[in-house]
């Protein structure tokens, strides 16, 4: 459990490496994993993929996870984006890449560490996020953890040969601590 830096139970988050691109790759180049994203739109190549990572490596405004089950096997990533200090907002993406790994409470911890994270330790103000409208699991890892539907982007995505919606959540800090005070 090397670098643990937020600590679920089933799974733990840490700093994303560049080791672990090649799994990211191999995530990416997969058409069921990226069917309703807005990546996979053309082969992903770790060359340009390794550029991006060290480019972004000094961003203060994204923060990069991997997703590590709590016996160390690395299923995905997950990260807080457009991070806007001064509206103190950021946007919230997460991806388990390891179908065998899909619908074990994986994303809903990932996105409760996130929240817990962006309101308590960076003092965000609202975190948000947004999914395919028929992205079920996803739309229902927001909702689970107390997202707001705030609006429907209408044709907003092209994939599969059509476009597609795309469903907004967000989650403000003050709203989110009246009703749960664990964090
Ligand atoms: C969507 C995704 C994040 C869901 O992750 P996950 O770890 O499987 O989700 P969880 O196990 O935490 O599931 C949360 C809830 O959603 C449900 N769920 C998950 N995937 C589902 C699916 N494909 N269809 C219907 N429900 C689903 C779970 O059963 C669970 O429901 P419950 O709270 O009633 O028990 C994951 O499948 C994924 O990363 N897919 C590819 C990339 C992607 O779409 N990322 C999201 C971009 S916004």
Do not use: C
């Amino acid at each position: 459990m090397k670098n643990q830096f937020l600590k679920g139970k089933k799974i733990y988050l840490r700093d994303l490496e560049e080791e672990d691109l090649p799994n990211i790759q191999n995530w990416l180049n997969d058409s069921e994993f990226t069917r309703y994203l807005f990546q996979g739109d053309r082969p992903s190549n770790l060359q340009i993929m390794k550029e991006d990572f060290n480019k972004n490596l000094k961003n203060r405004n994204e923060i990069a996870f991997a997703i590590i089950t709590s016996n160390n096997v690395h299923v995905g990533w997950a990260g807080i984006y457009e991070i806007n200090w001064i509206s103190r907002k950021g946007e919230l993406r997460f991806f388990i890449g390891e179908r065998k790994f899909w619908k074990k409470g994986y994303a809903a911890e990932v996105v409760t560490l996130l929240v817990g994270y962006a309101f308590n330790k960076l003092n965000l103000h609202r975190v948000y996020g947004g999914t395919n409208i028929e992205n079920k699991g996803s739309i229902k890892v927001f909702r689970n953890n107390g997202f707001f539907e705030e609006g429907i982007l209408k044709e907003e995505h092209f994939r599969n040969g059509r476009y597609y919606d795309v469903i907004r959540f967000g989650l403000l800090n003050k709203r989110h601590l009246k009703g749960k005070t664990s964090y």
